[in-house]
């Protein structure tokens, strides 16, 4: 049995899947953790009732709820030119148009930043409906609240249908931005096309890979033969079950970067 009540829960809203993780902050302890691929965004309710019902821990009653959005359709500004008025026709002119869509700002004190990011309106009404003591934030806008790397620092996060990829470089982010793909091909270009726009060289960079990937897989097989320095993430600072086969340590690497920031 999870305490809820000492207890968090972050609810992953990404592009096809939704997951849900229990996590201790004070004891940097993970308690359980599922992801789903999502149907139809209209049962979404529906199917929230049988991911609960299956798994009893899936409930509002934690110390504290945070409802993360993963998928791009955000923009980040500087809090010096942003403006709330405009927010919709800057989201359309970046990403196009958001309809049916509820829209959210954070805003980043650490980088001086607002985020305003859309979600699907019936996503946000089923979770808004479950979990209404739940936070929303931008998965994007929880990393810019943490120190960037010292030295370069290049990951590739893979989630079904979309890798997001961060560089760090002496302190600071110089680029966080979440790309769709449908190839292997389209995942390794976005990589070197980074590399190219940043002036990073294979020779000198190491491209750390984490997330929802097999070893096996046709994509991690392009990856592999084309980036010269590519690394499976393999250290957590949170407390995972144990590594195996169909959960790696690079699976979990994905969520204990999150993790870490709203510990």
Request: glycine share 4%; with cysteine; net charge negative.
């Amino acid at each position: 049995m999870i305490d809820s009540a000492s207890a968090y829960l972050l609810v992953q809203a990404g592009d096809g899947f939704i997951g849900f993780a229990a996590f201790r902050p004070t004891e940097k302890k993970l308690m359980g953790w599922v992801v789903y691929k999502t149907e139809e965004a209209s049962k979404l309710e529906e199917q929230l009732g049988a991911i609960a019902a299956k798994h009893t821990w899936v409930h509002t009653n934690y110390q504290k709820v945070l409802l993360v959005q993963y998928a791009p359709t955000n923009v980040l500004v500087p809090a010096i030119l942003n403006n709330d008025a405009g927010k919709e026709l800057l989201l359309e002119q970046n990403i196009g148009p958001q309809q049916n869509s509820v829209l959210f700002r954070d805003i980043v004190l650490q980088q001086s930043l607002v985020n305003h990011y859309a979600v699907d309106a019936l996503m946000a009404a089923a979770l808004n409906k479950r979990f209404s003591k739940g936070d929303w934030w931008h998965v994007q806008s929880l990393l810019l609240t943490k120190q960037a790397a010292g030295g370069v620092c290049v990951t590739a996060t893979i989630y079904f249908n979309e890798v997001q990829l961060t560089v760090e470089r002496n302190g600071n982010w110089l680029l966080l931005q979440s790309y769709s793909y449908q190839t292997p091909e389209d995942v390794l270009y976005h990589i070197l096309n980074v590399m190219q726009q940043l002036d990073l060289t294979q020779e000198e960079t190491t491209i750390y890979l984490q997330g929802m990937i097999d070893q096996h897989s046709a994509l991690y097989d392009v990856l592999y033969s084309y980036i010269l320095h590519l690394q499976l993430k393999d250290e957590l600072q949170y407390s995972f079950p144990a590594a195996t086969d169909e959960h790696p340590v690079h699976l979990s690497a994905s969520l204990d970067q999150v993790l870490v920031c709203v510990s």
